[in-house]
């Protein structure tokens, strides 16, 4: 045999030695990779600095310290957050050797949340929050009352301007925290008042009777929001513009070990699941060990008090987890001393012995109340049979997505124009309104990672259709099968045969509410692909204007109006683009799909709990709750005659 050689050694210069290692201090850490402690340096970025600095208080309310939040946005961009919990200790830290104030504004994983002594239980990044908000910001500044004196800090990006100083007296006890976000780090700075005013609204509700207030200076608005009966008061208001199947929430609590379980759930007449889980008052989007515990126990104890009660025939087959879940809304609230969230954003719960003990919990507390509440409990069980008798047609209709329609036969929908790229990572899919748009989007592609699926017409409203319906209609089940991943608890991510799903209609009313169709089937049927990142809206021009000035692509009216403003011409052709068919290939290319000029919004769910009461209200049946939120958020009406 040949002797097998070894490598020569590269004949140049590129060594890499231990001084090749970088290491980066944690404020130099966080400010080169901010979007591993924060997520992103978008607005949602932005945001999650205010949630971070308003945890440290909501630790402090699930200790029993703190009653009282306030969290303002300052006209300058300024963001003040003010407790009266038992403030931030200012003496002396043995590691550290400087104050523990500045020991936890300026080092990464420093904080009280790790002995269990001063915190059982607490959210924000397990003591990274602080120090991550103070490296991000520009400017900030903490104002601690403890020991009847208002003890002070200044930082500027994360590095403390000198030390800590007593600057007055203080009569009660708290932390102040005002900071200004580094626009180094997230350009613009501009916050959405509801936004951050519903996630502390879920927050009031996680933490019954501690009173939050959000305020915005510059655009004079304030909310404050107090919850004495906690998550059945959160539950009540999702279920608000819904017909209920019994008046009053479940409510279900206890300790098992040292964690608290709190689960509250009613049932409606929708064909939707709305249940919410969170950890120690994180929103877990994407669930965890504690949904799967309160799932698992609601399929079994249902199930066994109908057979019990003769509710359900010996030879009828048991209720399945969907049978029992549609039309339910429900919270899950866990709080716990150790979480262990998957990922740094904490979108889902690991922690194994969860499971047993929210099972354990939902399995005593509903199997009581169903026992005390006979009437109650038989329009619940009655509700589940009849989304039982409705499963076998809806099994079918998805056997024939899973069997016919070429899941596994490798057989894909005849009207998809499929790219020839083989690696899912580089495919991105359109769904695309209309035939005629459809024939120029595959004109115009590019065949080898972007494929096209033309839609004909409006999708079926799957907010007020049942499953079987849902699955009957022909362009859901084609939009599936394109996709390869299923949906409901069949949803299979790993079988996503693209990275991007782009939304592409036309840019007039119509165009909009397919838009809010096929964004209603995604959110309550596919809602991993939103919160892991693969939904995408394309944004088509709305005018096309030429002059001596060149050829423009517009995309609004106020850039309608600001270019004719700063036009030089008189002679002006101006083409309003009403449909995505009325442009050429090359047009719809160059402006809509080429990812080199394109510009495609990201569909994301920052607030999954008001993402779904404005489908349900857009989308349900209800119609007062719907025309008084258009009446509410139209500012004007774009006709199309």
């Known amino acids: 045999m040949p002797k097998k050689t070894r490598p020569e050694e590269p004949q140049n210069n590129n060594k890499y030695t231990a001084e090749d290692i970088q290491v980066l201090g944690g404020r130099e850490a966080v400010r080169r990779r901010p979007s591993m402690y924060i997520g992103s340096t978008d607005q949602r970025g932005l945001h999650h600095l205010v949630y971070e600095v308003a945890y440290n208080s909501i630790d402090e309310a699930m200790a029993g310290c703190c009653d009282r939040i306030t969290v303002t946005i300052k006209e300058d961009n300024y963001v003040t957050v003010v407790d009266n919990g038992r403030g931030i200790p200012v003496d002396i830290h043995p590691s550290t050797n400087v104050s523990a104030l500045e020991t936890v504004m300026t080092v990464l994983h420093a904080g009280a949340k790790f002995g269990g002594k001063t915190y059982v239980v607490s959210g ?128 279900i609590s206890k300790m098992v070990n040292s964690t608290t379980v709190e689960v509250a759930l009613q049932y409606n007449d929708g064909f939707s699941e709305s249940a919410f889980s969170f950890a120690n008052c994180v929103n877990t989007i994407d669930g965890g060990t504690h949904i799967t515990g309160f799932r698992s126990a609601l399929t079994r104890v249902l199930n066994d008090y109908a057979h019990k009660n003769k509710l359900l025939k010996e030879d009828e087959p048991n209720l399945t987890g969907e049978d029992v879940r549609e039309g339910l809304t429900a919270i899950i609230s866990v709080k716990l001393s150790e979480p262990q969230f998957e990922g740094q954003t904490k979108s889902k719960l690991g922690n194994i012995e969860i499971k047993s003990q929210v099972e354990s919990a939902v399995n005593e507390g509903l199997t009581l109340y169903l026992e005390e509440h006979p009437d109650e409990a038989k329009k619940i069980i009655e509700k589940c049979v009849i989304s039982s008798k409705a499963r076998e047609a809806a099994r079918k209709a998805r056997d024939l997505i899973i069997r016919k329609s070429g899941l596994e036969t490798g057989t894909l929908p005849g009207t998809l124009a499929d790219c020839s790229e083989k690696d899912p990572e580089q495919c991105e899919l359109f769904l695309v309104e209309g035939p005629s748009a459809g024939g120029s989007a595959k004109q115009g592609r590019n065949r080898r990672f972007q494929a096209i699926l033309p839609l004909r017409g409006k999708i079926l409203n799957v907010e007020k259709a049942p499953p079987d319906k849902m699955l009957a209609n022909n362009e859901i089940r084609t939009i599936v099968t394109a996709l390869g991943t299923s949906i409901d608890d069949e949803f299979d991510p790993t079988r996503l045969r693209y990275n991007r799903i782009i939304l592409m209609t036309d840019a007039d009313v119509d165009g909009s509410h397919i838009r809010t169709l096929l964004l209603t089937f995604f959110f309550r049927h596919m809602m991993e692909l939103i919160s892991q990142r693969h939904l995408y809206i394309a944004q088509p021009p709305l005018y096309r204007i030429k002059s001596s000035d060149g050829l423009k692509w517009v995309y609004s009216e106020q850039e309608k109006e600001e270019v004719l403003q700063n036009s030089t011409s008189r002679k002006t052709e101006i083409q309003r683009y009403k449909g995505l068919g009325e442009m050429t290939a090359e047009q719809l290319w160059e402006t809509t799909m080429d990812p080199n000029t394109r510009t495609i919004l990201e569909v994301n769910i920052e607030d999954a709990t008001r993402a779904d009461e404005v489908f349900q ?25």
């Not at 007055?168 to 916050?191: C, K, M, Q, R």
């Not at 857009?618 to 774009?638: C, D, S, W, Y």
């Open 124 to 251: 924000g990044l397990h003591g990274v929050g602080a120090s991550v908000v103070n490296a991000l910001s520009s400017h900030c500044r903490v104002d601690v009352r403890l020991n009847g004196k208002i003890y002070y800090q200044e930082y500027r990006q994360g590095i403390p301007q000198g030390e800590l100083e007593v600057i007055g007296e203080a009569d009660d006890t708290g932390t102040t925290t005002t900071f200004l976000a580094d626009t180094e780090i997230f350009g613009n700075i501009s916050y959405d008042f509801d936004i951050l005013s519903e996630h502390l609204r879920e927050m009031a509700y996680l933490n019954k009777a501690v009173e939050i207030t959000i305020k915005d200076e510059g655009k004079d608005l304030e909310r404050t929001f107090y919850f004495e009966g906690g998550i059945t008061g959160f539950v009540r208001h999702l279920n608000r513009n819904r017909v209920v199947r019994h008046p009053v929430p479940i409510y």
């Open 617 to 641: 209200m857009l989308m349900g049946g209800e119609v007062p709750p719907r025309k008084a939120f258009i009446q509410a958020h139209a500012k004007t009406a774009n006709l199309d005659i």
